[in-house]
T-cell receptor, first 111, second 115 residues
Framework: DAKTTQPPSMDCAEGRAANLPCNHS???????VYWYRQIHSQGPQYIIHGLKNNETNEMASLIITEDRKSSTLILPHATLRDTAVYYC????????????FGQGTELSVKP | ETGVTQTPRHLVMGMTNKKSLKCEQHLGHNAMYWYKQSAKKPLELMFV???????ENNSVPSRFSPECPNSSHLFLHLHTLQPEDSALYLC??????????????FGSGTRLTVV
């Protein structure tokens, strides 16, 4: 089973920041938090990952709380093309590192 | 282009047919995966191959038969499927399976319809 909890859906206005929360209260010390997104019927796309420090790349920022029990993915200026299902995944280290997907958050960016 | 190529993109097959899905990666990765995504459901991990050896089979019915002839190619052989097997089949690859720092690269998937 997935080790993360996400809201099933969120809306965001175009041009505004989209903040997607994720709870992973049972995360272990050497497990990473990964974010992927899946645009309708395409393969999931890697966004960002982190262990304990905040991370930023050209797509998004990842904020991980100090206790590592939750994180937030931030899309700073959402566009209509960011409409997708966003998956927060904890990489299970001792099970071959496989990615276990949960239900994700369906983000709708509206004009 | 994601670096992982899946063919065909779409496949319609009868329940008595035999077909194969193909996945190819030229990223230098040494692990490959098959996932199944049914409508309105999360991705389900089916098979894991590491260094061309199957390391995981998640209780997948025998009508799905994977094959990994080398580190760049992965096949999923299909026979006597059922309509409920209709889904998006996704292939992914990664550099290693044991370390948490390695992300996956996914292909665009094969949309399979069993009639």
């Amino acid at each position: 089973d997935a080790k993360t909890t996400q809201p099933p859906s969120m809306d965001c206005a175009e041009g505004r920041a989209a903040n997607l929360p994720c709870n992973h209260s049972t995360i272990s010390g050497n497990e990473y938090v990964y974010w992927y997104r899946q645009i309708h019927s395409q393969g999931p796309q890697y966004i960002i990952h982190g262990l304990k420090n905040n991370e930023t790349n050209e797509m998004a920022s990842l904020i991980i709380t100090e206790d590592r029990k939750s994180s937030t993915l931030i899309l700073p200026h959402a566009t209509l093309r960011d409409t997708a299902v966003y998956y927060c995944i904890v990489r299970v280290y001792n099970q071959g590192g496989k990615l276990i997907f949960g239900q994700g958050t369906e983000l709708s960016v509206k004009p | 282009e994601t670096g992982v190529t899946q063919t065909p993109r779409h496949l319609v097959m009868g329940m008595t047919n035999k077909k194969s899905l193909k996945c190819e990666q030229h990223l230098g990765h040494n692990a490959m995966y098959w996932y199944k995504q049914s409508a309105k459901k999360p991705l389900e991990l089916m098979f894991v191959y590491s260094l061309e050896e199957r390391v995981e089979n998640n209780s997948v019915p025998s009508r799905f038969s994977p094959e990994c002839p080398n580190s760049s190619h992965l096949f999923l052989h299909l026979h006597t499927l059922q309509p409920e097997d209709s889904a998006l089949y996704l292939c992914a690859s990664s550099q290693g399976t044991g370390a948490s720092n390695y992300g996956y690269t996914f292909g665009s998937g094969t949309r399979l319809t069993v009639v």
